[in-house]
């Protein structure tokens, strides 16, 4: 694998990983620690030690701010060959602090081989390290009403808002309001986040669908759909960088 050399801090490199490197440090990511499946995993490494880990996947067929980023509507042909997400960052917390994670992705946006690579952070996690490794804040944008006022009915049922990140919260509350409640409330958001709240691999998922799999779920399998609606619940700002934005490849115009 090629490696990457760093200097944000001394004696980290950066090299080309698997997802065995990313396993080690996925429980420390606020997001399910299932990774989309990767285009290119890169690691940081201090000696023997993980300092961190990106990684890069297949983007969604939608995203907002995509269309603000590059003006069109991008066919699914060229998501799937010139477009990449960041979709995760994680560095260990005894690194946290000291630029690593722009470093991260200042260091490895041009090895990907994508000329787009995009970002949708969660406002409440939101750091400015991706903008400091040179992608643009492109906008914010506000949860669909759909899931808010999924968020809203939840509130009455019983449950705390901010605290629905735990899966742990969302077990005792699903104990306490029973299951009926808490998928009724899930079948009323939007279908186009139907195969989120699932974690399906499946392309579409419509109504019909998702009913018969909420039928199938226990709480705690619920309860983990209910953390996924708290992140889909927040708003999310949209970072953009273009290979087009580079004079020489890993070299970012006037980084350096």
Known sequence: MSRITSTAVRGITIREATRADYARLSSLHYRDSRLPVPIKIYAAERASELAGVV????????AKGRRLAVGYRPTLKELNTD????????????YRSTGLGARL????LPQVGRRHV???????????????????LIARTE??????????ELKLLGWNPPQMASTSHNLEKIREAGVDGVKRVL????????KRLMG??????????????????EPER???????????????AYLYWSRDWISNVGEVRGDE
């Open 83 to 94: 477009w990449a997400v960041v979709s995760r960052v994680i560095v260990h917390p005894k």
């Open 200 to 217: 399906s691999g499946r392309a579409y998922v419509d109504r019909a669908n998702f009913e018969s799999w909420l039928s199938q779920q």
């Open 55 to 62: 990684a890069y996947s297949y983007p969604g067929v939608n």
């Open 143 to 152: 949860p669909d009403p759909s899931v808010t006022r999924a968020v809203e």
């Open 187 to 194: 079948l009323r958001v939007d279908q186009g986040y139907y």
């Open 222 to 236: 619920l309860a983990r759909s209910l953390q996924i609606l708290a992140v889909l619940g927040q708003a999310k």
């Open 118 to 136: 995009e970002l949708v952070a969660v406002m409440a996690e939101y750091n400015p390290f991706a903008e400091k490794a040179g992608m643009r």
């Open 105 to 108: 992705l200042r260091d490895t």
